[in-house]
């Protein structure tokens, strides 16, 4: 994931281990992004929204794709991720990134400020996705795309099956849910659209499965056993329920027969007509 939407709200860690999982699940899920923006362009001149942007690895992209005439704004509450992205920023040359370090709910915007938002993995985070929908809308401009891409978690597993594997994924979702999140969140996009008054322009779900040299396969192997010993911790599974899958996803790792299904992640993507 990658964004802190709001530090009450996030369950995530953000540090240097955090950093290197992120960097790898843009590895996994990156051209998901690239596509969308050749699908639906981000184009020269722009002014785009990156919510939630976390370390930046899409920033980037949105920065080279609107030019020097454009500009993206970056929002994030974490002072790390912030950090990360004026640094990478300024190893790469580019200007046209206004940081803005700001919890999203204390965030505010000019009515008609943005052509494009674009968030990846943060409505998942959301309290109240329809209700803060319906805000952000607020910020586009008329014929202005607004674009997500996030989770409808079902379907996640792992093969051959694990009961360990099932419990993390199902504490995962609690937690999700005790912060005010929403693991399934993609779902509801369409009447989250609809109540914010934007016409629905794409909704396109991928799921990818792989073995352990996959980059889906290494990206839940960032994920997985960091997140499964929170979950422990936090009490959304048991002590063996946590051994059981160490257990199991240690024999995964080694067994090139195995697979990991992801979630599905949607992009979907909607227009505001005036």
């Known amino acids: 994931m990658s ?16 950093l290197q999982r992120l960097r790898g699940q843009h590895e996994a899920w990156g051209d998901l992004a690239s596509d969308l923006f050749a699908r639906v362009p981000v184009r020269p001149g722009m002014r ?36 990360h992205l004026a640094q990478e920023s300024q190893r790469l040359g580019i200007t046209n990134i206004v940081p803005v370090q700001e919890r999203f709910q204390a965030a505010e915007f000019a009515p ?15 309290p109240d996705p329809c209700r803060e929908a319906a ?25 051959p099956p694990s009961r360990g594997f099932v419990a993390v ?29 934007l016409r629905a322009l794409d909704y396109t779900p991928v799921v990818r ?15 997985f056993p960091r997140y499964a010993a929170k979950l422990r911790d936090g009490g959304w599974i048991s002590a063996d329920e946590w051994e059981e899958f160490v257990t199991d996803w240690s024999a995964r790792r080694v067994d090139a027969s195995a697979l990991f299904w992801s979630p599905a992640v949607v992009t979907a993507v909607a227009v505001k007509d005036a």
């Open 112 to 126: 008609q400020s943005f052509d494009y938002i674009y968030a990846r993995w943060f409505w998942s985070f959301v």
């Open 169 to 197: 994924v199902r504490g995962l979702r609690a937690m999700y849910q005790q912060h005010g999140g929403d693991a399934f969140v993609a779902a509801k996009v369409p009447a989250m659209w609809a109540a914010a008054g």
């Open 48 to 83: 785009v929204l990156d919510l939630g942007c976390g370390p930046g690895f899409v920033t980037l992209e949105l920065a080279r794709r609107v030019g020097s005439q454009g500009q993206v704004v970056a929002l994030d509450a974490s002072p790390m991720w912030q950090a």
């Open 3 to 18: 964004t802190t939407p709001d530090a009450s709200s996030y369950p995530l860690h953000v540090d240097e281990v955090e």
């Open 209 to 223: 499965a792989g073995g352990p040299t996959s980059a889906v396969f290494r990206w839940a192997d960032s994920f």
């Open 135 to 159: 805000r952000v809308a607020r910020w586009l401009a008329p014929h202005g795309v607004i674009a997500l891409q996030d989770y409808h978690h079902e379907g996640i597993a792992l093969t």
